[in-house]
């Protein structure tokens, strides 16, 4: 990393004070734990020039505690998966009122979710797609499934559906439809209620509709350890969590708080 890089990178410090939230992150000693993570081409260095912009940009994620940006940053690693505009992982700030931080807490997108699965060798193509209400769209489960998608030319309306297709080297395929109702479900049920899914909805719909289609895809080991560790997170939340988008309480199931 260059030296201007490291001039950057260390004026941008916590509110509270104290070492600067990069500063730690570009330590000998954590520069080298994100370096030995690193997989699928995603070097320590590239991960700490976006760990600089979303600094820069989320002035919430300044506030994140030192772990909890880490252990984003180690995911992140881990998965071979760099967070940003492709869509492919986000990291998405959160208060915890009974602890009194803020946490920042890693999400897949719907491309790395895509990503992942296609990892397999298995998988030919995977895709996720918006139905609007002005497309030609027709689908039929049972022992001979079709989909039929014809997008309108011009003015196609509001969504209405959402699918995602698995099509397989072996030549075979798995396909499910979801329609707004049927997302609009599970996002109540999500802590991540703001975030992504106020800022790219469709893209929520779709990562949700691609993740119902999980238990037919053949996902490695990495992909499945991510989407159970999501859905566990995304579950076991607690009333402490705040949504610092909205201002709004999260409320959940769990009896403590994790840390």
Request: proline share 4%.
């Amino acid at each position: 990393m260059g030296s201007s890089l490291k001039d950057k990178l260390a004026t941008t410090t916590t509110p509270t004070g104290g070492t600067s939230i990069v500063a730690y992150l570009n330590s000998p000693t954590m520069m080298k734990q994100i370096s030995r993570a690193a997989s699928n081409g995603l070097s320590a260095d590239r991960l700490m020039r976006l760990a600089l912009t979303q600094l820069r940009t989320n002035k919430k994620m300044q506030e994140c505690t030192k772990q909890s940006i880490v252990s984003c940053l180690m995911t992140s690693a881990q998965l071979g998966l760099e967070p940003g505009p492709l869509g492919l992982c986000y990291y998405i700030p959160y208060e915890n009122r009974r602890l009194g931080t803020v946490e920042c807490q890693f999400q897949l997108g719907y491309q790395g979710i895509l990503a992942l699965a296609r990892r397999s060798g298995e998988i030919l193509n995977i895709d996720a797609h918006v139905v609007y209400e002005n497309d030609e769209f027709s689908y039929s489960y049972g022992l001979n499934p079709t989909l039929v998608h014809v997008p309108a030319a011009t003015d196609r309306g509001q969504p209405v559906f959402f699918y995602a297709v698995a099509n397989y080297k072996n030549g075979g395929f798995n396909f499910n439809v979801m329609s707004v109702a049927d997302v609009e479900k599970i996002r109540e049920r999500s802590k991540a209620q703001g975030g992504p899914w106020t800022t790219d909805y469709e893209a929520m719909c779709l990562k949700t509709v691609i993740k119902s289609l999980r238990k037919f895809l053949p996902l490695t080991t990495e992909a499945a350890t991510a989407l159970a560790t999501e859905d566990r997170d995304d579950i076991d939340i607690s009333d402490a969590l705040v949504d610092l988008d909205t201002g709004e309480i999260i409320e959940g199931t769990a009896e403590e708080v994790k840390e």
